[in-house]
């Protein structure tokens, strides 16, 4: 079975543009979460989505959005990119929140602020 | 702010028991200890978690103490495709999805 799949992998950037990271859960999977991780740091949570509402917001300028569509899949947008935008940008996702269930994660996609 | 206390790096020879421990004297009665590593350039992976009873899967094996205020991952053979950064979070059922990982243990396995 596909684990959950990210796109694109690396993708490189100016300071002021804006990106869009897309992530595929895994099959039957309803809920997806996005984190961001700093190189040498661990992972911190931006957003959850949760039958296309979103379900918790970590703190984060309202620079970053995000959005989930009818078939699970969702979008991360970045606007206004900034130098500190860089880092591994991760996804996961679990068949529903509030529960024991755990979440399963991408490779993530590797964004470069030039 | 993350919930738990792990030693920052430890290191394991190959084929023994890697037995990595974490702190989290401030757990709650329906919080859960969960476990995830992440191997270099890759996204973190589950591994297990459990409420109260030790766990096992194929992976590893998971002993909380009675109190709850600490647990233990073991490896039962390390091999070098162990070598990671190992996450402990604690993290509330009723909380959602959002996972709070903390600095996690550098475990090198060595041959």
């Known amino acids: 079975d596909a684990g959950v799949t990210q796109s694109p992998t690396h993708l490189i950037k100016t300071r002021g543009q804006h990106v869009t990271l897309r992530c595929s859960p895994i099959s039957g999977h309803k809920s997806v979460s996005w984190y961001q991780q700093v190189l040498g740091q661990g992972p911190q949570f931006i957003f959850q989505?949760?039958?296309?509402?979103?379900?918790g917001r970590g703190n984060f300028p309202d620079r970053f959005s995000a959005r989930q569509f009818p078939n699970y899949s969702s979008e991360l947008n970045v606007n206004a990119l900034l130098l500190g935008d860089s880092a591994l940008y991760l996804c996961?996702?679990?068949?529903?929140?509030?529960?024991?269930?755990?979440?399963?994660f991408g490779d993530g996609t590797r964004l470069s602020i030039l | 702010d993350a919930k738990t206390t792990q030693p920052p790096s430890m290191d394991c020879a190959e084929g023994r028991a890697a037995n990595l421990p974490c702190n989290h004297s401030?757990?709650?009665?329906?919080?859960?200890v969960y476990w995830y590593r992440q191997i270099h350039s890759q996204g973190p992976q589950y591994i297990i978690h459990g409420l109260k009873n030790n766990e096992t899967n194929e992976m590893a094996s998971l002993i909380i103490t009675e109190d709850r205020k600490s647990s233990t991952l073991i490896l039962p053979h390390a091999t070098l495709r162990d070598t990671a950064v190992y996450y402990c979070?604690?993290?509330?059922?009723?909380?959602?999805?959002?996972?709070?990982f903390g600095e996690g243990t550098q475990l090198t396995v060595n041959p």
């Open positions: 989505y949760y039958e296309k509402e979103e379900r």
């Open positions: 996961a996702s679990s068949p529903r929140p509030y529960s024991n269930q755990p979440q399963h």
């Open positions: 401030t757990i709650s009665g329906n919080e859960y």
């Open positions: 979070i604690v993290i509330e059922e009723t909380s959602g999805s959002r996972l709070t």
